[in-house]
C-alpha cells in the first residue's frame, strides 16, 4: 500500500537558518505530492503541492521538488522565522479514488 | 467561498454519553474524509465517504464508531458511549476529484472532544 516516511522531530533551529524536511514515500502509479502545516490549535492548511515528477511546488518562502527516481519531496526554506514553528506534515494521493494518506509530521521549532 | 466547516468546535461529554461531529464540505466538493489527532501524536485516517458511499472505512475503530455522508446535509461522525480514550481533536477534509490536479484535500479547524 501507499505510504509516507518523514523525518522524526522535533526539529529546532535559530531564526535565519536553512530548513529541510525530508520526505519519501511509496505508491502505486504516479501520485500527487503535498506538504500540510498545522498551527497549535488549528487543523491543516496546505502549503505546497506537486501533481508530476519533477514538478516544484512553492508558496510563503518554502518549497519542495517531486523527485521520482529518489521517490522524495523534501521541504526546504532558506531562512526560518519565528513564526513558522508549526507541525509539518507530507502526504500524498494515489490510487483509483486519490485516497490521500499522511506522514506521521515533524514539529518545528524555531527559536529567535 | 466558506471553507470546511465543523461543528461542534469542542465538545464536552460524560463516558457513556454520545458524540455527534458534523461536517460541511466546501461547496461543490463531493468527498469527505475524517481524521483523528490525540495530544501531540500525528493524524490517524479514519474514514473516507463520498456521498451516500463509504469508500474506505479501514481506520474506523469497528464499534461505537460509525461515520456517514448523506445525499444532503452534513457528514456526521457519531461515537457511542463514549469512553476517555476518545478524548482528541477530530479533523474533517473535504476535496473534490477532477482526476487532473491530484485529490487536494482541504481541512477544517477541527473539533475537540473531551470525555469526563
Known amino acids: 500500500g501507499n505510504s509516507v516516511t518523514q523525518m522524526e522531530g522535533p526539529v529546532t533551529l535559530s531564526e535565519e537558518a536553512f530548513l529541510t524536511i525530508n520526505c519519501t514515500y511509496t505508491?502505486?502509479?504516479?501520485?500527487?505530492l503535498f506538504w500540510y502545516v498545522q498551527y497549535p490549535g488549528e487543523g491543516l492548511q496546505l502549503l505546497l503541492k506537486?501533481?508530476?515528477?519533477?514538478d516544484k511546488g512553492s508558496n510563503k518562502g518554502f518549497e519542495a521538488t517531486y523527485r521520482k527516481e529518489t521517490t522524495s519531496f523534501h521541504l526546504e526554506k532558506g531562512s526560518v522565522q519565528v513564526s513558522d514553528s508549526a507541525v509539518y506534515f507530507c502526504?500524498?494521493?494515489?490510487?483509483?479514488?486519490?485516497?490521500?494518506?499522511f506522514g506521521t509530521g515533524t514539529k518545528l521549532q524555531v527559536i529567535p | 467561498n466558506a471553507g470546511v466547516m465543523q461543528n461542534p468546535r469542542h465538545l464536552v461529554r460524560r463516558r457513556g454519553q454520545e458524540a455527534r461531529l458534523r461536517c460541511s464540505p466546501m461547496k461543490g466538493h463531493s468527498h469527505v474524509y475524517w481524521y483523528r489527532q490525540l495530544p501531540e501524536e500525528g493524524l490517524k485516517f479514519m474514514v473516507y465517504l463520498q456521498k451516500e458511499n463509504i469508500i474506505d472505512e479501514s481506520g474506523m475503530p469497528k464499534e461505537r464508531f460509525s461515520a456517514e455522508f448523506p445525499k444532503e446535509g452534513p457528514s456526521i461522525l457519531r461515537i457511542q458511549q463514549v469512553v476517555r480514550g476518545d478524548s482528541a481533536a477530530y479533523f474533517c477534509?473535504?476535496?473534490?476529484?477532477?482526476?487532473?490536479?491530484?485529490?487536494?484535500?482541504?481541512f477544517g479547524e477541527g473539533s475537540w472532544l473531551t470525555v469526563v
Open positions: 477534509a473535504s476535496s473534490f476529484l477532477d482526476g487532473h490536479s491530484g485529490n487536494t484535500i482541504y
Open positions: 505508491a502505486t502509479g504516479y501520485p500527487s
Open positions: 502526504a500524498l494521493s494515489s490510487g483509483g479514488y486519490q485516497k490521500v494518506t
Open positions: 506537486a501533481t508530476k515528477a519533477d
